[in-house]
């Protein structure tokens, strides 16, 4: 008789300290091998997503996309290729040609403005002074998004962010050919709330937009109210309803359009594009 079948051995304990740790360690590897292969194998999905969803946004503004979902012709990639992509340079206020982009080393279609922010080499801090819309940094260059008649201009759309209350709210303004009648407003990113601030992506707010008037005497008018618009007040053409219960947000609605179709923003460009 050997030793082991007098003393037999007592059954491995499965539920061992040493067990549990390895077990755990085996299957948050497992996981996080998992989730990052999705995250890496999704990305140019999601890069894609996101792009079909800024142009989509850009196509709203101009007021094209609800026209294409009404014939059901919702080819935003399409759609999209009739806009011509400039870049343009907020210091020396002007359109540059393809050729000065692509000096710049910049290809508009691609450019990404909200990087460019990050970079010192491509942008530059705003004082208090000018900082209306707290977005600190602003990238020298911008694109804008061109929508031609034959020879004429008929939309321009402009990228346009600053701060609400919670967020910064990245968008685009449209104006018509007359580079004063807005054509839409949209915005598709920001952080406020469901229902109070986000009401911005509410269709019928945006409705009220289009058809109001930007400038006059060459001076930005158009006011963001607290509150709804007296359809008979004498400044009907260039007031927009605030949004209810969301008086911060518009106030930050209202520093952007300030600051962006102003002096400092594509004020003067416009007025380029105009003659
Ligand atoms: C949970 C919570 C979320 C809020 N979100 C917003 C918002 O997204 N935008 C905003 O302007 N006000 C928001 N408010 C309300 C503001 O704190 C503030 O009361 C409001 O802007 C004042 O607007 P009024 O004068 O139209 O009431 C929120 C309030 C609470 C309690």
Same mark, same amino acid.
């Given at each position: 008789?050997?030793?082991?079948?007098?003393?037999?051995?007592? $059954?491995?304990?499965?539920?061992? %300290?040493?067990?549990? @740790?390895?077990?755990?360690?085996?299957?948050?590897?497992?996981?996080? @091998?998992?989730?990052?292969?999705?995250?890496?194998?999704?990305?140019?999905?999601?890069?894609?997503?996101?792009? &079909?969803? /800024?142009?989509?946004?850009? =196509?709203?503004? !101009?007021? &094209?996309?609800?026209?294409?979902? !009404?014939?059901? +012709?919702?080819?935003?990639?399409?759609?999209?290729?009739?806009?011509? @992509?400039?870049?343009?340079? &907020?210091?020396?206020?002007?359109?540059?040609?393809?050729?000065?982009?692509?000096?710049?080393?910049?290809?508009?279609?691609?450019? +990404?403005?909200?990087?460019?922010?990050?970079? $010192?080499?491509?942008?530059?801090?705003?004082?208090? !002074?000018?900082?209306? $819309?707290?977005?600190? /940094?602003?990238?020298?260059?911008?694109?804008?998004? @061109?929508? /031609?008649?034959?020879?004429?201009? +008929?939309?321009?759309?402009?990228?346009?962010? *600053?701060?609400?209350? #919670?967020?910064? =709210?990245?968008?685009?303004?449209?104006? +018509?050919?007359?580079?004063?009648?807005?054509?839409?407003?949209?915005?598709?990113?920001?952080?406020?709330? !469901?229902?109070?601030?986000?009401?911005?992506?509410?269709?019928? #707010?945006?409705?009220?937009?289009?058809?109001?008037? %930007?400038?006059? *005497?060459?001076?930005?008018?158009?006011?963001?109210?607290?509150?709804?618009?007296?359809?008979?007040?004498?400044?009907? /053409?260039?007031?927009?309803?605030? &949004?209810? *219960?969301?008086?911060?947000?518009?106030?930050?609605?209202?520093?952007?359009?300030?600051?962006? %179709?102003?002096?400092?923003?594509? *004020?003067?460009? =416009?007025?380029?594009?105009?003659?």
């Amino acid at each position: 008789m050997s030793d082991n079948d007098q003393n037999p051995q007592p $059954p491995a304990n499965k539920d061992s %300290m040493k067990n549990i @740790i390895v077990v755990s360690l085996l299957v948050c590897l497992v996981c996080s @091998i998992v989730v990052s292969s999705a995250a890496v194998i999704l990305k140019p999905q999601r890069l894609a997503n996101k792009e &079909l969803d /800024r142009n989509k946004n850009i =196509l709203e503004a !101009a007021g &094209l996309y609800e026209k294409a979902t !009404a014939t059901g +012709d919702e080819d935003i990639p399409g759609l999209f290729e009739n806009f011509e @992509i400039r870049l343009v340079d &907020l210091e020396e206020k002007r359109v540059l040609s393809v050729l000065e982009a692509s000096d710049l080393g910049i290809d508009p279609t691609t450019y +990404d403005q909200r990087k460019a922010a990050k970079n $010192p080499a491509l942008s530059k801090v705003l004082s208090s !002074a000018e900082d209306i $819309p707290s977005i600190s /940094r602003r990238a020298r260059y911008s694109t804008i998004y @061109i929508l /031609r008649d034959g020879q004429n201009v +008929d939309k321009v759309v402009l990228p346009v962010h *600053g701060y609400g209350l #919670w967020s910064t =709210l990245y968008g685009f303004i449209a104006l +018509d050919g007359d580079m004063s009648t807005v054509s839409g407003i949209t915005f598709y990113e920001h952080g406020e709330t !469901a229902g109070l601030g986000g009401e911005v992506d509410n269709p019928s #707010w945006k409705a009220v937009w289009a058809g109001k008037t %930007m400038y006059e *005497g060459g001076e930005v008018v158009l006011k963001v109210l607290k509150g709804a618009v007296n359809p008979n007040a004498a400044g009907v /053409r260039y007031q927009v309803d605030g &949004l209810s *219960g969301a008086t911060l947000t518009s106030r930050g609605i209202q520093n952007i359009v300030t600051y962006w %179709m102003g002096d400092q923003g594509f *004020g003067p460009i =416009l007025k380029e594009i105009q003659g």
